[in-house]
């Protein structure tokens, strides 16, 4: 039974470049989430994914960060323009319902 | 508005004792989930336990157990006998319940960092 996988695991990028990171669910969980965590905070909620729809933003979300789900299975979520507050574990997490599975994480690190 | 605190930042304690994390929330929602995660030192967090509003049982699982109590809006979380691999950074997190298109959305607290000295 193979869980929630995320790549990349790690990212260095340059300050206005632009990153993507992926996030497989495990098969079946129609519900994708993907949270934000900074050193030494809670995972803050970003977006959320029923299948392929999008049904909430945070307002964290800012229009340089954008996310889908095609065909509702793997995720993707792309920040343009990155800056040194983008630096974070970005967290993908999936569920049939209740219980939110995470993933490894993927840790950005802008210059 | 819904809130998760942890007052506990750290908590360190010796292999063999017992050790409680606590866990105080907010919520308007009559109907919700109370959760606790663990994120160990390579990241991942890892899901320990789910409690429904409706269910205020205290739960025992090995070497844990939690003590949920509306009428103080805590979940308090007890780890007996601590071992070095209890070592982690431990989450509480709630969320409403998914009636009527609820996002079901995970509001954490600021996580306790336990530490067990051998």
């Known amino acids: 039974d193979t869980g929630v996988s995320q790549n990349p695991r790690h990212k260095i990028t340059k300050r206005g470049q632009n990153v993507t990171f992926r996030c497989d669910p495990i098969?079946?969980?129609?519900?994708l989430y993907w949270y934000r965590q900074t050193l030494g905070q809670g995972p803050e909620f970003l977006t959320y994914?029923?299948?392929?729809?999008?049904?909430?933003k945070s307002r964290l979300l800012s229009d340089r960060f954008s996310a889908e789900r095609p065909k509702g299975s793997f995720s993707t979520l792309e920040i343009q323009r990155t800056e040194q507050g983008d630096s974070a574990m970005y967290l993908c997490?999936?569920?049939?319902?209740?219980?939110?599975?995470f993933g490894p994480g993927t840790r950005l690190l802008v210059l | 508005a819904q809130k998760v605190t942890q007052a506990q930042t750290e908590i360190s304690v010796v292999e063999k004792e017992d050790v409680t994390l606590d866990c105080v929330y907010e919520?308007?929602?009559?109907?919700?989930?109370l959760f606790w995660y663990k994120q160990p030192p390579s990241g991942e967090l890892v899901f320990l336990i789910r409690?429904?509003?409706?269910?205020?049982q205290n739960e025992i699982s090995g070497r844990y157990s939690w003590n949920f109590q509306k009428s103080t809006s805590s979940f308090n979380f007890t780890i007996t006998a601590s071992q070095v691999v209890d070592s982690a950074v431990y989450f509480c997190?709630?969320?409403?319940?998914?009636?009527?298109?609820?996002?079901?959305?995970?509001?954490f607290g600021t996580g306790t960092l336990l530490a067990v000295q051998p």
């Open positions: 997490a999936s569920t049939p319902y209740e219980t939110q599975y």
């Open positions: 409690r429904n509003s409706f269910d205020e």
């Open positions: 919520t308007r929602d009559t109907t919700y989930y």
């Open positions: 997190a709630l969320s409403e319940a998914g009636y009527g298109g609820a996002t079901n959305k995970l509001i």
């Open positions: 994914f029923q299948n392929e729809a999008q049904l909430e």
């Open positions: 098969s079946e969980h129609n519900r």
